[in-house]
């Protein structure tokens, strides 16, 4: 204090033996890890139990961290404002598991429902206050994710795509927007080499055009895991059709192991086109995924376009290098196409090898 006096010492807990370490513990109100888990998890199948059907949004990592920011939790179900649900609902559930660590409740119909669930850390008898003073601060972290949205509707894909020269790719692959445009070129060449309809490879080339975009929408600054996803309502927003929507929000996929492919050909393709230009490009520039080192992702978009590519015949992957290569020779960069085209398809080859001996088949 600033009259110099020490403050008080905190009561203290004796532990007569170790045996009896988690006994004390639990009188001071402080269950150890794993009963703080289950006490939580025990209190979300309450909440889904007195809602048919309903479920909470538990992400392993948030969840994790929920059980290490308390001591003597209590399960609290609170409500936010209506007017959010027409916002898209993946930036609501961000901002409440990334800003407030709140769990989101679904409906039987796998809608999200204006309540969530709030882990408290205080006294379960002034829960009715836990709650209020929860409901209050999530409100302007919903308000600011609204707010984006509904900025951001205002600009439009198109007005956002010009402003992706102002965004560096990789300082010898040029810029963004320069990535969207090889993009397109080999969007439909994957589309018309698989499907033999001009519409599916304008739809292709369409959504490869506006892929990117989103990446300077407000939205996806403030809420990065959400490219794409954003992109997506944003071109269903101005009139773009369905499918090069879909094919704008699920470029990205798969993400990882075991994650979803794109749903449609569009999708697949302008997906295939995202990946193979990072891979043809860092092979141009001698920049190799390594051992230790794959800072642009290198190995997972080599499996990623594995795994689309055996879902369309007819695709020639020789034919996709040797097109991505030429995307990048048309911007003037220096490099041996035979060469780099050789060292890509080996790439590709030990990437199969690996997926064959993992499926118990014959690497060669």
């Known amino acids: 204090s600033r009259q110099g006096r020490r403050p008080p010492r905190a009561l203290a807990h004796e532990v007569a033996e170790p045996a009896a370490y988690e006994r004390v513990l639990e ?34 990592g948030v969840f994790d961290e929920v059980v290490n920011l308390c001591e003597w939790p209590t399960v609290v179900v609170g409500t936010f404002d209506e007017e959010f649900l027409a916002v898209p609902q993946e930036i609501i559930v961000e901002a409440m598991l990334k800003h407030q660590r709140y769990f989101p409740i679904y409906d039987a119909a796998g809608a999200l429902t204006r309540e969530f669930v709030i882990v408290s850390n205080a006294d379960p008898a002034v829960n009715d206050t836990v709650r209020a003073g929860n409901e209050r601060v999530v409100r302007p972290r919903l308000d600011d994710a609204k707010f984006f949205y509904d900025e951001d509707l205002k600009v439009g894909l198109d ?24 993009m397109e070129l080999l969007a439909g060449l994957v589309a018309g080499q698989v499907a033999d309809d001009e519409s599916v490879v304008a739809d292709a080339e369409r959504a490869a055009h506006l892929a990117k975009a989103d990446l300077v929408s407000q939205a996806v600054v403030e809420f990065t895991s959400q490219q794409g996803v954003m992109g997506g309502y944003y071109a269903k927003a101005q009139g773009e059709s369905d499918l090069v929507a879909q094919a ?93 085209a050789g060292k890509v398809a080996a790439y590709f080859l030990g990437r199969l090898g690996a997926i064959a001996r993992e499926e118990g088949g014959d690497p060669d």
């Open 27 to 60: 009188e001071a109100y402080v269950l150890g890890e794993r009963r703080r888990a289950q006490v939580i998890r025990d209190g979300i199948a309450r909440v889904e139990a007195e809602r048919d059907g309903a479920r909470v949004d538990t992400p392993k």
């Open 159 to 182: 007005a956002f795509r010009e402003r992706l020269s102002n965004v560096v790719f990789q300082k010898r692959l040029g810029t963004v927007l320069q990535k969207s445009e090889r």
């Open 248 to 340: 704008i929000s699920q470029h990205y996929r798969p993400r990882f192991a075991g994650d979803a492919l794109p749903s449609t050909v569009v999708g697949k393709a302008v997906a295939v086109a995202d990946k193979l230009d990072t891979i043809c490009g860092m092979f141009a520039i001698n920049e190799p995924p390594t051992g230790s080192s794959d800072p642009f992702a290198v190995r997972r978009s080599a499996i990623g376009v594995i795994n689309m590519l055996r879902t369309l015949p007819g695709a020639s992957l020789p034919a996709l290098i040797d097109e991505s290569l030429r995307t990048y020779a048309k911007q003037q960069l220096d490099f041996d196409a035979e060469e780099v």
